[in-house]
């Protein structure tokens, strides 16, 4: 089974802290997301990885950094974290490359929830 | 550019009601159609995708087709269930991007004995 896992479940900062959100993938997938889960707005793309390296915004990039320095990882970074960056935050991942079209199954992550104060 | 509309929740359901929940997609090419579904407390996960028109995706007894002609993927089910009581996602693969998939806002579904 493929498993994705982030680092926390909960976590609660101060306005102002850098924040590091971890996400692990244990079936070498090329691909990886972030996204961020509010009431009303669905899941909304913040970056995707396609490979080491590799970093592509997506539709909500501000506020927002990412880190993909090893293929089974992907980190998410709040510069400094504002309490409008409260929200749940899940991680996906997918094996196929884009060129090779795309339309397989996103595996995501239990989800970390974030309250910034 | 693609989106995906739902239908608002929250459904409210009795047990072995028939269940169906709607989405329709605007894309300028030819995506793939998928259900996610969450459960409380927990990340999504994929319940059943149809990637071509006519399509039609199954599994745990729900089901959707993939019709071109109303671009909808309306989500059915002919008798729920409580423990079917979740968040439930469309979303379509974007047009240009075919790795990105794109998300309706959910429905959430919540089915009494």
């Known amino acids: 089974d493929v498993k994705v896992t982030q680092s926390s479940r909960y976590l609660v900062k101060r306005t102002g802290e850098k924040v590091f959100l971890e996400c692990v993938q244990d079936?070498?997938?090329?691909?990886m997301f972030w996204y961020r889960q509010d009431p009303g707005l669905g899941l909304r793309l913040i970056y995707f990885?396609?490979?080491?390296?590799?970093?592509e915004k997506g539709d909500i990039p501000e506020g927002y950094s990412v880190s993909r320095e090893k293929k089974e990882r992907f980190s998410l970074i709040l510069e400094s974290a504002s309490t409008n960056q409260t929200s749940m935050y899940l991680c996906?991942?997918?094996?196929?490359?884009?060129?090779?079209?795309?339309?397989?199954?996103?595996?995501f992550g239990p989800g970390t929830r974030l309250t910034v104060l | 550019g693609d989106s995906v509309t739902q239908m608002e929740g929250p459904v409210t359901l009795s047990e072995e009601a028939f269940l169906t929940i709607n989405c329709t997609y605007t894309a300028t090419g030819y995506p793939s159609l998928f259900w996610y579904v969450q459960y409380p407390g927990e990340g999504l996960q994929l319940l059943l995708k149809a990637t071509k028109a006519d399509d039609k995706g199954s599994n745990k007894g729900f089901e959707a087709t993939y019709r071109k002609e109303t671009t909808s993927f309306h989500l059915e089910k002919g008798s729920v269930q409580v423990s079917d009581s979740a968040v439930y996602f469309c979303?379509?693969?974007?047009?240009?991007?075919?790795?990105?998939?794109?998300f309706g806002t959910g429905t959430r579904l919540q089915v009494f004995p």
């Open positions: 990885s396609y490979d080491v390296k590799m970093k």
């Open positions: 996906a991942s997918l094996h196929t490359r884009p060129s090779a079209g795309g339309q397989g199954e996103q595996f």
């Open positions: 979303a379509l693969s974007g047009s240009y991007n075919t790795d990105k998939l794109i």
């Open positions: 079936m070498d997938h090329e691909n």
